[in-house]
DNA sequence: AATCGCGCCTGACGGC
DNA sequence: TGCCGTCAGGCGCGAT
C-alpha cells in the first residue's frame, strides 16, 4: 500500500486507540518478514506502555520507556487494530495484544514489511540514520534539492525515490510530482535548475497534503483504521493513465521504466 | 561516491 | 478451467 500519505494515515488512525495502552502479550505466526522478527520482541515488549507514536519517512515508530518498535509496511502490509479475539487470517503475521483486549494486528501478503524491536534512540537506527528530511519539513526546499543534485547524473525520478536525499516518497506521488511541476522524469537531476526545483518542491509538499487530507490512496488493497479507502485515487492525474489523455494538454500520456519503476508521463507538457 | 540490477514474496490479471 | 508471463505502492545490498 503505502507511501508516506498512506503511512500517516496509518498512523492517525491507530494513535488514538493504542497510545498510553500497555502491551500484555506479543503473538509473532510468522517471523520471515523482511527481516527475521527478533524474538526479544516477545520477551520484552509485554508490560510496556507505548508513550509515543511516530512517523519518519514511511517507517512508524512505536516508544516505550524500555524500547521502540519500528514498523515498516512494505509493499501490501496493513494494521488494523482490532478485538484481541478476531479470528486469524491468511497472512495476519504478528499481533501486539493490549491490557484493554484490544489488538494491534500486522498482515503483509508479500512479506516486505518489518518489524523491528531496539533498546537504542530509534533515530540512530542503521535503517533511520542515514535518511534525507521529511518532505513536508522546512528542511526540504528548493535549495536544499538543488544543492543536493549538483553533478547528479540520475535522473530526478530516480533522485526522489531515494530515502537519502527525500525521505517518504514513492512512485505514485513522484510520478504525480514530477507531472504537475512539468518535469520530464528522465531528466538528469544535475541539469535542472533552481527555479524549476522551486516547483518541483512546491508540487511534492502540496500533492503529499492534499493526499494525507484525503485518507491516502486506495489503489486495491489500502484502508484507513476504519475501513474506508483513501480517496486521493481520484486525484491522481497520470499514474495508471498510460495511453489516456493528458489533463493539461489531451496529448497521450507515455510509459517508461526508470530503474525498474513504472513512470507515466506527458511528453508535450513535461521537459 | 554514485549507479545499476537483483531479490525478497504473494496475488491479480490477461492471453491462450 | 488452468497454465504462464507480467506487473505491483519498497528498499537494502553487492558489484561495478
Known sequence: MPELPEVETCLRGIKPLILKQRVSQVIIRQAKLRWLVPSSLAQELPGQIITKLKRRAKYLLLHTSNGSLIIHLGMSACIRIVSANTPVQTHDHIDIVFANQSCLRFTDPRRFGAVLWTHKPVYTHPLLIKLGPEPLSDEFSADYLY?????????????????????????????????????????AAGNIALPRYLRLVQS???????????????????????????????????????GQACPRCTQVLR?????????????????
Not at 162 to 174: K, W
Request: with cysteine; glycine share 8%.
Open 255 to 271: 510509459k517508461l521504466v526508470i530503474t525498474q519503476r513504472t513512470t507515466v508521463y506527458c511528453a508535450n507538457c513535461q521537459h
Open 147 to 187: 544543492q543536493r543534485t549538483r553533478k547528479r547524473k540520475a535522473t530526478i525520478k530516480t533522485l526522489l525515490l531515494n530515502s537519502h536525499i527525500v525521505a517518504g516518497i514513492g512512485n505514485i506521488y513522484a510520478t504525480e510530482a514530477l507531472f504537475q511541476a512539468r518535469i520530464h522524469p528522465q531528466r
Open 204 to 242: 511534492i509538499k502540496q500533492i503529499l497534503t492534499q493526499a494525507i487530507q484525503q485518507g491516502g490512496t486506495t489503489l486495491k488493497d489500502f484502508y484507513q483504521a476504519d475501513g474506508k479507502p483513501g480517496y486521493f485515487r481520484q486525484h491522481l492525474q497520470v499514474y495508471g493513465r498510460t
